[in-house]
């Protein structure tokens, strides 16, 4: 045990020292320079925990029923949680897991369902959500504790990235712990339909939006047979918009749209939407039709050229036998390198809930070296621990390299996903784009309407 | 006491159901018209962490006032017309074709009544794949099955349209409903005792003249549970809107989704005043039919 | 019952034999009719199908129409397999159905048989105000769910009866009120109201009148009120994702919806199977159901 946690923390110190060296902003080197010295300090802590237990278990007396909230119902997402609850069995045998969840994005009841039975005072134990805004309401109305406690008790602070906790942290508090990381600034784009374009079909990074507005202009005049951009329905197209706004107004200028200090009523804003609106319009027509899976597989069947969607599309390809380099490439959306757009599936402790210590035990096995491990590699997105050696541990390639993007980018949080903006807030910016995009509004009022969804 | 014995029975016989809707339906009617008064914009503050205000009919205003409810409100006015007249028309047609019994009939009926077996979750799964936005050489969908037989004209972007696209989410409602209205009207047929029409064929009467003057003149009440009751349903109907689109589609905004939404965001001010708005449309569209039912028992 | 069919059958073949050339003609026509709506009725249905029987790579939007390819030999069985029973990430809709049965066939039964009897007092054994009664009933089928829906599951927190199935069946009982009793009120208001009248005079009561007059003329309507009750029971989302809504006890459309919506990866084929799977108990009570939609049971009633 005591040999394995020393390996582990190693790696994990190479893992942050390499990642910092890697980091071509300033800032992020900075930030993760002072990740690399803490995390030495808390590898002996980590140490101490894991020795004085059998299990591994960090909550002490935890037994009983766990009644948990969550959306994970089917495909490789049912197989990760059940991957925890191997973990969960192991570690607290005691515990008995009822699952009361239900399917919740894509048009599931799941967010409503947790609304209420939250708000009627029926509450789980421990709920799934996007880690951040998505959050505040329930922070709001007193219905989740502060589990910084448990980041020191389970020896966390120092395994996840500091930009991370930094995003977590509200008024000194702490109300949740990620289970997973993904990253939302991905292009995916299809060799063939790049190569049948005249285009460089070995790297599909650009390093503005004009010069990807560039590239999907080339595939309409030389493969006019091609769709240039694959895109989906509203939630993909608000995503789409989200990696335009980073990459024209910069991480800190993006970050400034959530504290005020950037104006969503501004120029700069405004040429962006106008750009969104530009890539748009190289959009396949039946994009309120698909969910982000469809247009993935435009690339894969070679039938377009770009899509832009977080790093759970690895999946599709896999599950199509599409290989990485040879059939698809994949690199930070347009505008974007250097830079992490963040989500994350995160649990709390409900405040009020019927068994709490079991919901400290399911935390700390969502944080577990054991349970990041086994629900990320079933699931395709990454361990939010810095401290696990992914190539060791088996890993795909892609989520190698996303995990040291994760450990050295500057740290930005998704609004389609819950981490930038409240539900309301996403709601009606979903709304907006959608009517923006339907043609039912134009470019100023689309404008005026996302100020408005931000007040 | 006479009285008590005529009355008695009748009463005891539907108190039960008078008291569970008096709590079911009343009582939480009532809960959620004090919540639409009020500011309890948020979770904290319907929960009680932080304090509401009553705001009187400020919320009404506020929401009437914008042009994505009035949206939805038009939407909704279009979807219940499309909706109402595809089911009555194909279902009291169908119900007309069957009555005089044709070959397999129970095999047409049930075929029929299919599509209401089908849940609206199951059916948007294939229904999104059947309205596919996409003409011309990448169609699928009905778009293709148009090429393939030759009616290319009526290829369209179904309800990717801000304006009519609520319409095109009408037809898989219809193709749902239109089964049942079929039953309706046929159990209306058929209730109509062979007497009646014996009596009319021996004055002499045609075919058409008998359901003209025979049969129809006793099928309003069958009609009018079919109007209410695809009536409700359009008013209600969000399980088809978002198995189909999502609740952010602009195109297919009707009242339930932005219900649903304010609902998602913890904004029951606003969901209960959506609410309360949608009963009294349906006051408007209940009304003509008390007044109707009054108006038979006069003439009685 | 024999002897009735055996008269209804008689006068069907009346019937088609009404009328001389012109007639023979116009059944042509109905049948053509007929046939050409069944054929647009089952289209999607077709759709259903053929993709439930496809592989993964051709489960797509773009092949609807085509048959899988392989045909017939290749058919995959997989998704049918994987609906029922579950694959690793697919949810099982067949132990679902079990427990949705439980819960839709008392529910259906006890409404339908709620609304017949407020129909029959609403409408042919009047007390006073019965209209306004049936108003406040009636009205009772608009309310808004979504809106109610915390206030509701505070009520039923409070009742505090078992969650999961016995609270669905409380519910769709309830929430059936309006509905049954109103088919079945307009459906014995058409009903000629001397019948009832008869029995009246004869001064037998109104449990008698209803047990042996009105029931027996009832059951096209108990045919429409079982098929609306036991399909919107059978296929409600909203009360079971609220009430019942955990992965190992909610009814089927939440396995469904786990099925169709809950995965990354949308397995189109294994949806569309259970999407049928789960019609096929609904498709079954219709079949049962709709031999006694025959008419002249009225007629029956009378001569009897």
Known sequence: MRRISILVAGAAAIALTLGGCGGSDDKTTESTDAGTTAAAEDTAAAEETTESTDTGALVAGASGKLDIFTWWTAGSEALGLEELQKVLAAKYPDIEFVNGGTAAGQGGSGKEVLQTRMDAGDEPDTFQAHAGKEMQDYINADQLTDVGYLYDQFGLRNVFPEDLITMLTQDGKIYSIPSNVHRANVIWASVPVLEAAGLDATNAYYASIDDFIAALEQVKTNAPDYIPLAIGTTWCQVHLLETVLIAELGADGYNGLFDGTTDWGGAEVLSALGKFETIMSYANDDHNDMEWEPPITMIINGEAAFSIMGDWAPAAFDAAGSVAGSDYLYAPSPGTEGIFDFLADAYGVVNGAPNPTAAEAWLDVISSREGQIGFNKVKGSIPARTDIDLAAEGFSEYQISASEDFGSNAIVGSIQHGCAVTIAQGNAINLAVSKFVSGASDLETFQSELVDAMK | ?300 | MSALETQVVQSGVVDSRVGKHGFQWGTFLRHVLLIFFLVVVLLPVYVLLVTSFKGITEAQPARAWLLPSGWPWEWTLENWKGAWSGLPGIPAVGPAMGRTLLLVIPSSIISAMLGSMNGFVLSRWRFPHANLVFTFLLFGMFIPYQAVMVPLYKLVMWLDIPSGIPTLILLHVVYGIPITTLIFRNYYESVPSELIEASRVDGAGMMRTYWSVVLPISVPSFVVVLIWQFTSAWNDFLFAVFFASSPSQGPVTIALRNLAQGAQLTNYGASMAGALLASLPTLVVYIALGKYFIGGLMAGSVKG
């Open chain 2, 1 to 300: 006491m006479r009285k008590l014995r005529r009355y008695g029975p009748p009463l005891a016989l539907i108190a039960p159901s008078v008291f569970l809707i008096g709590v079911f339906v009343y009582g939480l009617i009532i809960a959620s018209f004090q919540t639409s008064m009020t500011d309890a914009h948020t979770s904290a503050q319907f929960t009680g962490v932080q304090e509401t205000h009553f705001v009187g009919l400020q919320n009404y205003i506020d929401i009437l006032k914008t042009d994505n409810f009035q949206h939805s409100l038009r939407n909704l006015l279009l979807y219940t017309v499309v909706f109402l007249s595809g089911t009555m028309f194909f279902g009291f047609l169908w119900a007309f074709l069957l009555d005089k019994r044709a070959r397999a009939e129970g095999f047409i009926r049930s075929v029929y009544l299919f599509p209401m077996a089908v849940s609206s979750i199951a059916a948007g799964v294939v229904w999104k794949w059947l309205l596919n936005a996409n003409t011309g050489a990448r169609a699928s969908g009905l778009n293709r099955l148009f090429q393939l037989i030759g009616l290319d004209f009526l290829q369209n972007k179904w309800w990717s349209n801000y304006n009519w696209g609520i319409a095109a989410i009408a037809i898989p409602a219809i193709w749902q409903m239109s089964g049942y209205v079929m039953a309706l009207f046929l159990a209306g047929f058929r209730g109509i005792p062979n007497e009646l029409r014996e009596a009319a064929r021996v004055d002499g009467a045609n075919e058409w003249q008998l359901y003209r003057h025979v049969i129809f003149p006793q099928l309003s009440p069958v009609a009018l549970s079919a109007i209410i009751i695809i009536g409700h349903m359009s008013l209600k109907g969000f399980d088809l809107i978002v198995a189909i689109a999502k609740p952010a589609s602009y195109e297919t905004r009707v009242p339930a989704i932005d219900m649903y939404q304010f609902q998602t965001e913890g904004n029951y001010a606003n969901a209960s005043t959506v609410g309360i708005i949608l009963l009294l449309v349906v006051l408007v569209l209940i009304v003509p039919y008390l007044v109707h039912t009054a108006r038979a028992e006069k003439n009685r």
